[in-house]
């Protein structure tokens, strides 16, 4: 259903909300709102243009709310397609999970509640929609990292959906394994760190004086978290994005007001960067992607620190983390905390759903072209090259001229990626 439609400076714009069930299992019980934004060139508005549907990188993304020139991909698409935008569900506008919203389960109902919100269920969602928006027409899909997850997803549940994929920095293990993953990062995290320390040598000194000030000092940010320095040292999950170091370089040059006093600003910026005001999912479900079949992931990232001692919050020089989910996460900041229970549930859960189906993607003939980025901080590259190996129809280019964010900083990323396509004879019918 179409809820509002308006033209904006170089975008026509409708916004769509669909009623889907929140548990596909049980389609006649709880329902939630799907939302999705349709956008298009406005001189282009009535015509027929193939369907563009961008898979948002997360867990617990929303998609980017756009502009006719940003994200920079958008522009090369709007050209010659038609794009949608879903918010997946539990984000945006698609009944959002937040704090207020999990209070209300006990630790077994919340988990139950946050295991409908994984990529088989979002793949569920955007079927849903394709099919009764848009009258069963195959669309493409654009993935971003954790939309690379969904791509894989998508072609083991509904291939007949799809019309050609695009992956940019997200082609996952087909084996999926939270140890496997945090094994091959803390040694990508660490790598990141020695190059921002070479790139800023006077901040290694300046890193250890913050950890130390907040490690003897009750620092407290704005929203009234007392700041530790493991959730300090969280701020690293920046580092694997283009303008990440610099991101953190000007965070730090402005830490002290004073000798005795972490400033306001330093302290407002590091709440914003780490409080999870936006995607509590992405916390609460991080180590959940990894989960197919037996196995719980049992908080991974924590287990697996002892093997990597140099990520202490006692070392030094103090080595910033990730994309690593800690328990003391749900502990330490104040919009996390009431998801503790449910948390932990799923961390020890000892069964998740399945969502490759590995004979269905080895016998794939959807076209489909992905990026992968050699240098990449959180996924890692010879994993999505074993992958790319096992699913059919699939060309990978490797480069290491852009970071895990290079389809956000470069719309050649998405013009290439499409060219690939195009070279193989394009896009498959989009006839229903």
């Known amino acids: 259903m179409i809820v509002s439609e308006y033209t904006i400076p170089g975008l026509h714009v409708r916004d769509h909300i669909v009623t889907v069930p929140l548990d596909w299992s049980k389609p006649e019980g709880r329902t939630i709102d799907f939302f999705a934004r349709e956008v298009v060139d406005p001189a282009h508005k009535d015509e027929a243009l193939p369907l563009l549907c961008f898979l948002q990188g997360g867990p617990g ?10 994200p920079s991909w958008l522009a090369k698409a709007l050209k010659t397609h038609r794009i949608i935008l879903p918010d997946q569900r539990g984000t945006g506008r698609s009944t959002p999970v937040d704090a207020a919203t999990i209070a209300g389960f006990d630790g077994e109902a919340g988990a139950d509640y946050l295991a409908c919100f994984r990529a088989d269920s979002i793949v569920d969602d955007l079927e849903h929609f394709r099919k009764t928006t848009f009258g069963g027409e195959r669309w493409q899909t654009l993935g971003q990292s954790y939309g690379g997850f969904l791509t894989l997803t998508y072609l083991s549940r509904a291939p007949e959906g799809l019309s050609a994929c695009y992956v940019a920095g997200g082609i996952p293990s087909l084996d999926p394994s939270a140890d496997a993953v945090y094994r091959h990062t803390y040694p990508r995290v660490r790598a990141k760190n020695e190059i921002f320390y070479k790139r800023y040598p006077d901040d290694r000194a300046l890193v250890a004086r913050i950890a130390d000030f907040i490690e003897t000092n009750p620092v407290l940010l704005p929203d009234g978290d007392r700041l530790s320095v493991r959730r300090f040292q969280s701020l690293g999950l920046d580092f694997g994005m283009g303008p990440g170091f610099e991101n953190i370089h000007w965070l730090l040059d402005e830490a002290f007001a004073a000798p005795d006093r972490l400033s306001d600003q330093f302290l407002g910026s590091v709440m914003q960067a780490t409080a999870y005001h936006g995607n509590p999912l992405f916390a609460v479900i991080h180590e959940a992607i990894y989960g197919q079949g037996e196995g719980a992931t049992a908080w991974s990232a924590e287990r697996l620190l002892g093997e990597f001692p140099e990520f202490d919050a006692k070392a030094r020089p103090l080595l910033f983390t990730g994309e690593m989910i800690y328990p003391s996460m749900f502990e ?25 189906d590995k004979a269905r993607l080895a016998g794939n003939t959807v076209p489909f072209s992905a990026v992968v980025y050699h240098d990449d901080m959180y996924v890692d590259a010879g994993i999505s090259l074993q992958t790319a190996s096992a699913v059919g129809n699939l060309d990978v280019w490797i480069t290491n001229e852009f970071e895990h964010d290079g389809i956000r900083q470069s719309g050649a990323v998405f013009e290439r990626l499409v060219a690939m396509v195009a070279e193989k004879g394009g896009p498959l019918k989009t006839g229903r």
Request: glycine letters at 2%.
């Open 332 to 356: 330490e900041v104040a919009l996390l905390k009431p998801f503790r229970a449910a948390a932990e549930v799923i961390a020890r859960r000892p069964r998740h759903s399945q969502l490759y």
């Open 61 to 70: 993304g929303k998609s980017p709310r756009p502009t006719k020139s940003s």
